[in-house]
């Protein structure tokens, strides 16, 4: 079974400070990988994700996130965090089980706080 | 305007009043799928639906049906609700196949369900 962890629960940086987040799974097949951002009150939005390529993907608002396959990793980054980027941020992993379905699954979440 | 909508957003009920909470979108997406959020647990996922009547369980399937006879909706049914699913519920489509969109999914606004 797939399952993927998130050991940072609250961070609270400084705005214009460096954000990184971990994010680790557990499978050995093929993953596509996500994170994905949910600010105060509202549902989830794709911030990035990864399928095959430049292990370095980049996505909205200044994140990236780096896939390191022998660490079984997806790290998220934000070279300068903003007050607007206080969210959870949650980590997720899509892999094909055997019988061919799409199963997701979903990290417990990091919050991220930014004080101004 | 491609969106994923569900009702009600809002349900306080009594135990073992059968509900229906429904999802629907406008997107053609193959894939459905519905997810609870709890605190310190993070999103997982209750059931998913890869094609028309074609489902599948999740990691917390237990107390849940759901249904796919059409595309765009795919309900979910609590028979007999208790306590212990008390929780934010996200209904949740992408699609599988082929495109730079592939498995990026599209969430709802959310169903806030209380049970007493």
């Known amino acids: 079974a797939q399952s993927v962890s998130q050991h940072n629960h609250h961070v609270i940086l400084s705005e214009a400070a460096s954000l990184e987040l971990g994010c680790n799974y557990s499978?050995?097949?093929?993953?596509?990988l996500f994170w994905y951002v949910q600010y105060p009150g509202q549902h989830l939005q794709l911030l990035l994700k990864y399928f095959s390529g430049d292990p370095l993907v980049k996505g909205i608002k200044g994140f990236e996130a780096e896939f390191i396959k022998s660490k079984f990793s997806f790290n998220l980054r934000k070279p300068s965090v903003q007050w607007s980027d206080t969210a959870e941020y949650f980590c997720?992993?899509?892999?094909?089980?055997?019988?061919?379905?799409?199963?997701?699954?979903f990290g417990t979440g990091t919050k991220l706080q930014v004080i101004p | 305007e491609a969106q994923v909508t569900q009702n009600p957003r809002y349900l306080i009920t009594v135990t073992g009043k059968k509900l229906t909470v429904t999802c629907s979108q406008n997107?053609?997406?193959?894939?459905m799928s519905w997810y609870r959020q709890d605190p310190g647990l993070g999103l997982r996922q209750i059931y998913y639906?890869?094609?028309?009547?074609?489902?599948d369980k999740g990691d917390v399937p237990e107390g849940y049906k759901v249904s796919r006879k059409e595309k765009r909706n795919f309900p979910l049914i609590l028979e007999s609700p208790s306590p212990n699913q008390t929780s934010l519920y996200f209904c949740a489509s992408s699609t599988p196949t082929g495109t730079s969109d592939s498995y990026s999914q599209y969430f709802g606004p959310g169903t806030r369900l209380t049970v007493l």
């Open positions: 499978y050995g097949g093929t993953v596509n």
């Open positions: 997720a992993v899509n892999a094909a089980d055997s019988g061919g379905y799409q199963k997701v699954t």
């Open positions: 639906s890869m094609n028309v009547e074609v489902t």
């Open positions: 997107m053609n997406h193959e894939y």
